[in-house]
């Protein structure tokens, strides 16, 4: 997400290029960005040139990416470490959890790994936070005989 470039982000078509790189091996997976968050895409890029980071120093547009592990330091600096934000002992990972289990009670665990660019089970086993879901579709599988 840091090395991500202006020109793989997709507004008209409301999704983002990502190139996911595992080993010697590049893969190219587009994500959709949902309408809630295409005001704020559209706020972070501006008319930046096609060929900045979308994250560079102070969050903006620029030729050199951020590192990853900034966005760890600015998140305990700012939530984790402020008092007025104390109650709240979440992280980013934490967040992905949340949105894809809320995705996941809404539309299905099927769109929630298709948002994650991630398999069913992946979803199921790792990120999905709402452990009733299996037992209500148990309770509800079945037919007469």
Do not use: C
């Amino acid at each position: 997400m840091m090395r991500l470039k202006v020109g793989d982000v997709d507004l008209i078509n409301q999704r983002i290029n990502f190139t996911i790189e595992k080993g010697n091996r590049h893969t190219e997976k587009y994500r959709i960005i949902p309408d809630i968050a295409v005001k704020y895409w559209r706020e972070i890029i501006g008319s930046a040139s096609k060929d900045l980071y979308v994250f560079g120093k102070g969050l903006k547009p620029a030729t050199t990416p951020i590192k990853s592990y900034q966005i760890h330091k600015r998140w305990t600096r700012l939530i984790s470490n402020n008092e007025e934000f104390k109650d709240i002992g979440i992280t980013f990972y934490n967040l992905k959890h949340l949105r894809l289990t809320e995705l996941s009670d809404k539309l299905g665990t099927d769109q929630a790994a298709n948002l994650a660019q991630e398999n069913k089970e992946t979803i199921e086993k790792h990120y999905d936070q709402n452990v009733k879901r299996g037992d209500n579709q148990l309770k509800k599988s079945g037919s007469e005989f």
